[in-house]
């Protein structure tokens, strides 16, 4: 019979992590709620809190996902690499509201196409609006949280000194 000792502090270690995510969870559930009445009322003044604070709860979630490259920061393996730029574009990216997206791209719905040339009779702006800004803009919240999590994923990984993180 084979005995197991269990390593109580990395068990508490996991636990802790797991509270905390799912708490970040439960806080971008709560503002999700809050954002999509403010929605119906169209009201933009309460709109951009709500929105940030659940942009900044999924890059909070996307750190949380590699909690222990994040520790290793602070233990002297800090620096600056390749991946730290499109970590901060998307997280400027998905902390910007989508309606001041829509007014600055001028955008009035998402762009459709029904066959291949469709494609190719746009202009190049409109081409890089379809494929960059709309989705973003008409893509709801989900899109917003997967390039919030990827920000907070590759800002984490960008603070590192080699390309290559510990894990």
């Known amino acids: 019979m084979e005995s197991r000792s269990f390593n109580y502090?990395?068990?508490?270690?996991?636990?802790?992590?797991?509270?905390v995510g799912f708490i970040l969870l439960q806080l971008i559930t709560m503002t999700n709620m809050e954002l999509s009445k403010a929605i119906e009322r169209i009201d933009t003044e309460?709109?951009?809190?709500?929105?940030?604070?659940?942009?900044?709860?999924?890059?909070?979630?996307?750190?949380?996902?590699?909690?222990?490259?994040?520790?290793?920061?602070?233990?002297?393996?800090?620096?600056?690499n390749a991946k730290l730029f499109p970590g901060i574009l998307l997280a400027l990216i998905s902390l910007t509201p989508h309606f001041y997206l829509a007014r600055l791209f001028r955008l009035s719905g998402p762009f459709t196409f029904s066959?291949?040339?469709?494609?190719f009779s746009y202009e190049f702006s409109s081409v890089i609006n379809m494929l960059f800004v709309s989705p973003v803009v008409f893509g709801g919240g989900a899109v917003i949280m997967v390039l919030s999590v990827s920000a907070g994923l590759l800002i984490v990984e960008g603070l590192h000194k080699n390309a290559q993180p510990p894990r």
Request: net charge positive.
């Open 9 to 19: 502090k990395e068990i508490i270690k996991y636990v802790i992590v797991f509270v």
């Open 46 to 80: 309460k709109m951009v809190f709500p929105y940030l604070f659940r942009s900044l709860c999924g890059i909070f979630f996307g750190i949380l996902i590699k909690w222990r490259a994040f520790l290793k920061l602070f233990r002297g393996n800090a620096g600056v």
């Open 115 to 119: 066959t291949i040339q469709d494609i």
